[in-house]
């Protein structure tokens, strides 16, 4: 079956130009099931992966949509509201809008947390025809009357679910009703929990579902490892690993923001050139460990779950989990960081007795057993066995070997 070009679509001829600058071809899945529905004006429900081109799905009908209206936006106004849970996906998000509507007479602005917001209150003084925005620094600006939401005709809800997880569904919720009745609205989430689909039935309307759902839920092109190995010589397993040449573009995820500094600190004073990424660090530091990593200046990016989603950089040849997340999904976030547009990538778990739990969850949710590093299977013993398997890493003093550096 021959693949619809963006021709085929119907996406107009200023933002195919844009797409073919940045060697933009072929849509992908959820773009061929999404455009030509948001395009006719429908209300829509899409339910994918990250990296699976979410943004453009419901970026390139919003961007045509808004350049044929031929509206101006009026001061202080919005024409089109995207709600994305973070800084980072939201500028993100903004970033790529802006880039595919190069062509087109729009203005597009970005306000989120962790800055100051005089630049972004001057943005928003003229009008603006796309606003991209975490929920909190949102309801401030409404707040103090610096931003209307009562003429927006689209809104676009990116990581639903992520919404939830992070308690912003009230902040949703009060912003919804801030917007005008009639509009057109569209919901993207990785999974649907019930209180998203509570949603989604509050704030669209007679929706069209779009499901992309992987039969498999991580990407085929990952190759997913397990070590086993006490917290206590997690470090020094790291550094072994590191050592591999192969390893071009590491991220770490940690579990708290404490942990990421740790490892950070540990893999500089290695001599490793190394960012951390987590809540607790301001939005300047953000973008600037981000930017430092996309452009290779720092080899690794050690991260919590905040760089899990909506985070698209290149040629992430390795993900590590230094520590198992509580949650099995946010597993599945982390490790989509590699293998993006096609390529291939490694993810490698750390795996300490107490997280065999965690471990049995991540297993069940991706439907495979991760190959313990070396090749063998692990034992099913949760603890006993595990500390007699062969690539299980026992303290420095032990005579058991090390597992093998992954390639």
Do not use: W
């Not at 119907?10 to 130009?17: D, I, M, S």
């Not at 970026?59 to 509201?81: H, K």
């Not at 649907?192 to 499901?211: F, Y």
Request: hydrophobic letters at 45%.
């Amino acid at each position: 079956m021959t693949t619809p070009s963006f021709s085929k679509l119907g996406v107009a001829e200023p933002l195919r130009r844009a797409l073919a600058a940045e060697n933009y071809i072929h849509p992908t899945p959820i773009q061929i099931a999404a455009i030509p529905l948001v395009l006719a004006g429908r209300d829509v429900v899409g339910i994918a992966q990250t990296g699976t081109g979410k943004t453009a799905a419901f970026g390139l009908p919003l961007l045509q949509r808004l350049a044929a209206e031929r509206v101006q936006a009026g001061p202080q106004s919005v024409r089109a509201l995207i709600l994305a849970p973070t800084r980072e996906l939201a500028i993100q998000i903004h970033e790529t809008l802006r880039n595919y509507g190069r062509h087109l007479p729009l203005r597009h602005a970005v306000i989120v947390g962790g800055v100051t917001q005089g630049r972004q209150v001057d943005q928003l003084r003229r009008g603006v025809d796309v606003l991209v925005a975490t929920p909190g620094r949102l309801l401030d600006l409404v707040a103090q009357k610096h931003v209307r939401l009562d003429a927006a005709t689209t809104l676009v809800i990116d990581e639903a679910d992520r919404m939830f997880d992070m308690g912003f569904i009230r902040d949703v919720r009060r912003i919804v009703a801030a917007l005008p009745r009639a509009r057109q609205s569209m919901l993207f989430s990785a999974t649907m929990p019930k209180e998203v689909a509570h949603l989604v039935t509050e704030i669209l309307r007679e929706p069209v579902r779009v499901d992309i759902s992987p039969q498999a839920v991580a990407a085929d092109g990952i190759d997913q490892r397990v070590y086993f190995v006490e917290t206590k010589d997690k470090r020094a397993l790291l550094h072994d690993l590191l050592r591999d040449p192969a390893m071009t573009r590491v991220i770490v995820f940690t579990r708290t923001k404490h942990g990421a500094n740790k490892v950070a600190d540990h893999l500089d004073r290695a001599g490793y050139e190394a960012e951390a990424i987590h809540g607790n660090k301001s939005q300047g530091a953000r973008q600037r460990a981000l930017d430092s990593f996309r452009r290779g200046h720092a080899r690794i990016l050690v991260a919590t779950d905040i760089a899990a989603r909506g985070i698209d950089i290149d040629d992430v040849s390795h993900v590590i989990n230094y520590e198992l997340p509580d949650v099995a999904e946010s597993y599945v976030h982390r490790i989509g960081r590699t293998a993006r547009a096609g390529s291939g990538g490694v993810a490698i778990a750390f795996c300490d007795p107490a997280e065999r739990a965690a471990l049995t969850a991540i297993e069940r949710l991706v439907r495979r057993e991760l190959t313990p590093a070396g090749g063998r299977r692990r034992p099913i013993d949760e603890t006993a066995a595990a500390r007699k398997h062969p690539n299980y890493i026992r303290g420095r003093n032990s005579r058991a070997p090390r597992a093998r550096r992954a390639a």
